[in-house]
């Protein structure tokens, strides 16, 4: 079992909908990472959180520590939001940049 | 501000040639990262530097892989005598900061395709 489990790993939406990723881990963290791949492979970091909830434009990103889960929410999508998002970990007492990753949920917002 | 900038963006390669990526951080940062990516993974950590010193290395990193920070500015990371396994992804990023608060800023990528 991976220490960091994406839900679901592909979606299709239709552009205006409320979308919702899930990403559960299984280890002592000190931050949780959301990124988003377009492709190509740049990647951008959406959220570093580390609890509660942070909210950057159409972008929410939420997190409960206890039941080690987070969630990325898309407001009002546009197929500019097609990419892959990636949901990674820095464990507990390791640093920063030494990440855990998720496989990443493929998103397909359709005009 | 340039961002992260890595080169080359694709390289071809033959089976048992040495290839070398470069990786350009933004100029301030002082923490970068090496990342490899497999196509439909998520990305897997490699090794950290601080400045100069490499202060962490993951199991993956075997001993064909180098990876050198010598003025604390640019990094290259080498393979030698690559393998087809080696076909992946390698992505750098940077960050400024003494804790885990800095953000991540990634480069665009070196996608290495061993023939």
């Known amino acids: 079992k991976n220490e960091v489990e994406q839900s679901p790993q592909n979606l299709t939406a239709q552009e205006g909908e409320f979308i919702t990723i899930n990403c559960s881990y299984s280890?002592?963290?000190?931050?949780l990472h959301w990124l988003q791949q377009h492709p190509g492979g740049g990647i951008v970091s959406l959220f570093m959180?580390?609890?509660g909830k942070k909210k950057h434009g159409r972008l929410i990103a939420t997190i409960n520590i206890q039941e080690k889960h987070s969630s990325l929410h898309i407001t009002a999508s546009h197929p500019r939001d097609s990419a892959v998002y990636i949901c990674a970990v820095t464990s507990y007492g390791g640093s920063q940049g030494n990440l855990i990753f998720g496989k990443g949920t493929k998103l397909s917002v359709k005009p | 501000d340039t961002g992260v900038s890595q080169n080359p963006r694709h390289k071809i390669t033959k089976r048992g040639q040495n290839v070398t990526f470069r990786c350009d951080p933004i100029?301030?940062?002082?923490?970068l990262y090496w990342y490899r990516q497999t196509l439909g993974q998520g990305p897997e950590f490699l090794t950290y530097?601080?400045?100069?010193?490499?202060?962490?290395k993951s199991r993956l990193l075997s001993d064909r892989f180098s990876a050198e920070r010598p003025k604390g500015s640019f990094s290259t990371l080498e393979i030698q005598r690559t393998e087809q396994g080696d076909s992946a992804m390698y992505l750098c990023?940077?960050?400024?900061?003494?804790?885990?608060?800095?953000?991540?800023?990634f480069g665009e990528g070196s996608r290495l395709t061993v023939l």
């Open positions: 990023a940077s960050s400024r900061g003494q804790a885990n608060t800095g953000e991540l800023f």
């Open positions: 530097f601080q400045n100069e010193a490499q202060l962490e």
């Open positions: 959180l580390s609890s």
């Open positions: 100029s301030e940062h002082n923490r």
């Open positions: 280890v002592g963290i000190s931050a």
